[in-house]
């Protein structure tokens, strides 16, 4: 078989393993961008960010050992937790954002291997932004998950 990235099936199991999840039972789960009107209250969306200056994925992959037969695959896959309540409720949405995180950390706690699919899995970095609109106050917490991998070959 030729040479692959794990990035692909990584994606997957973790879609999998969330939407399995208990913690995420009424939120609604995409994997990547959808093409949808739907307007979930609560979202998290799953190697898409939701801004379309943010990379889904970032990635690099370096030789490992002397045999050169596979390479150590190292990235982030970005994701969303967002969340939009009726009214001017901020810290309930700000709460409900980081409750979806925490969940997404749950998950990795439980299998941080995915399944097999990589080495590690951890949650990375995050950031928040929460603001009032129209329909009332957004939270999304934007987050990497960050993978240690074999590349396959």
């Given at each position: 078989?030729?040479w692959?990235?794990?990035?692909?099936?990584?994606?997957?199991?973790?879609?999998?393993?969330?939407?399995?999840?208990?913690?995420?039972?009424?939120?609604?789960v995409?994997?990547?961008?959808?093409?949808s009107?739907?307007?979930?209250?609560?979202?998290?969306?799953?190697?898409?960010?939701?801004?379309?200056m943010?990379?889904?994925?970032?990635?690099?992959?370096?030789?490992?050992?002397?045999?050169?037969?596979?390479?150590?695959?190292?990235?982030?896959i970005?994701?969303?937790?967002?969340?939009?309540?009726?009214?001017?409720?901020?810290?309930?949405?700000?709460?409900?954002?980081y409750?979806?995180?925490?969940g997404?950390?749950a998950?990795?706690?439980r299998?941080?291997?995915?399944?097999?699919?990589?080495?590690?899995?951890?949650?990375?970095?995050?950031?928040?932004r929460?603001?009032?609109?129209s329909?009332?106050?957004?939270?999304?917490?934007?987050f990497?998950?960050?993978?240690?991998?074999?590349?396959?070959?």
């Open positions: 078989m030729a692959f990235s794990r990035v692909p099936d990584t994606i997957d199991a973790l879609v999998a393993s969330v939407q399995a999840a208990p913690e995420f039972e009424g939120v609604t995409w994997d990547g961008p959808q093409v009107k739907a307007a979930p209250q609560r979202m998290l969306t799953i190697g898409f960010t939701g801004d379309d943010d990379t889904d994925v970032d990635s690099s992959a370096l030789s490992e050992g002397l045999g050169g037969r596979i390479d150590r695959e190292q990235f982030t970005r994701c969303a937790a967002a969340v939009l309540i009726g009214g001017v409720k901020i810290a309930e949405a700000r709460r409900q954002a409750a979806m995180y925490a997404v950390g998950v990795l706690a299998d941080h291997k995915l399944g097999g699919a990589v080495m590690r899995a951890r949650l990375g970095t995050h950031t928040l929460h603001t009032q609109t329909s009332g106050a957004q939270a999304v917490v934007v990497g998950v960050d993978c240690d991998a074999f590349t396959g070959r």
